[in-house]
Nanobody, 125 residues
Framework: QVQLVESGGGLVQAGGSLRLSCAAS????????MGWFRQPPGKEREFVAAINWNGGSTAYADSVKGRFTISRDNAKNTVYLQMNSLKPEDTAVYYC??????????????????WGQGTQVTISS
């Protein structure tokens, strides 16, 4: 059974940092694009960051560019999201996703076939 398990969420003050991890099991995703999405309270799920199969290419939402960094360790089948200079508007449930079939960068929810259960990130002002 394929599973993506996020960890590292929590409550931090504005200006602080968090590092999210997403560990995959059940199959390897070393040939697939992976991404992070988030769903703020009362809003739709939105793209945050994506990384191609070997980590050589990344993409970010404008709202997080320069503050968040996505990376991956294919040997560990794990993807990370380093979040710095956090703002209250970053408060959301953060989801890890794996395409399952596409190696290059993808930003659309529909391009991802595997999803984690989500981890809550809350930023206090």
């Amino acid at each position: 059974q394929v599973q993506l398990v996020e960890s590292g969420g929590g409550l931090v003050q504005a200006g602080g940092s968090l590092r999210l991890s997403c560990a995959a099991s059940g199959r390897t995703f070393s040939s697939d694009a992976m991404g992070w999405f988030r769903q703020p309270p009362g809003k739709e799920r939105e793209f945050v960051a994506a990384i191609n199969w070997n980590g050589g290419s990344t993409a970010y939402a404008d709202s997080v560019k320069g503050r968040f960094t996505i990376s991956r360790d294919n040997a560990k089948n794990t993807v990370y999201l380093q979040m710095n200079s956090l703002k209250p508007e970053d408060t959301a449930v953060y989801y890890c996703a794996a395409s399952g079939s596409i190696a290059s960068i993808r930003k659309r929810l529909d391009d991802y076939n595997y999803w984690g259960q989500g981890t809550q990130v809350t930023i206090s002002s």
